[in-house]
């Protein structure tokens, strides 16, 4: 069982940074890969990206990349979401979730707001 609180969401003007983080609990945390979510209101949930349990293989979503960067901490039991050159669109309720790969999650926490103002 892994429970996850995200952390670290605001408001925060176009072209700025937010680093998002995900606490893990759980003694098997550093077996899970880590995905993090988005979901904008009225639209359906979106991959951001994922990172491997080593933390060597990251995957990130086209709208994403080059702009946002996931990191992990197995020591901490912490993931972490670096966004930088934030536009407009990246408003959502972000969430992290861990899961045995890339394409599968079986754990959620609850969602951190991001908000953008242009």
């Known amino acids: 069982q892994v429970q996850l609180v995200e952390s670290g969401g605001g408001l925060v003007q176009a072209g700025g940074s937010l680093r998002l983080s995900c606490a893990a609990s759980g003694r098997t945390f550093s077996s899970y890969v880590m995905g993090w979510f988005r979901q904008a209101p009225g639209k359906e949930r979106e991959f951001v990206g994922a990172?491997?349990?080593?933390?060597?293989?990251?995957y990130y979503a086209g709208s994403v990349k080059g702009r946002l960067t996931i990191s992990r901490d197995n020591a901490k039991n912490m993931v972490y979401l670096q966004m930088n050159s934030l536009k407009p669109e990246d408003t959502a309720v972000y969430y992290c979730?861990?899961?045995?790969?890339?394409?599968?999650?079986?754990?959620w926490g609850q969602g951190t707001q991001v908000t953008v103002s242009s």
């Open positions: 979730a861990a899961g045995p790969s890339s394409a599968a999650y079986d754990y």
């Open positions: 990172i491997s349990w080593s933390g060597g293989i990251t």
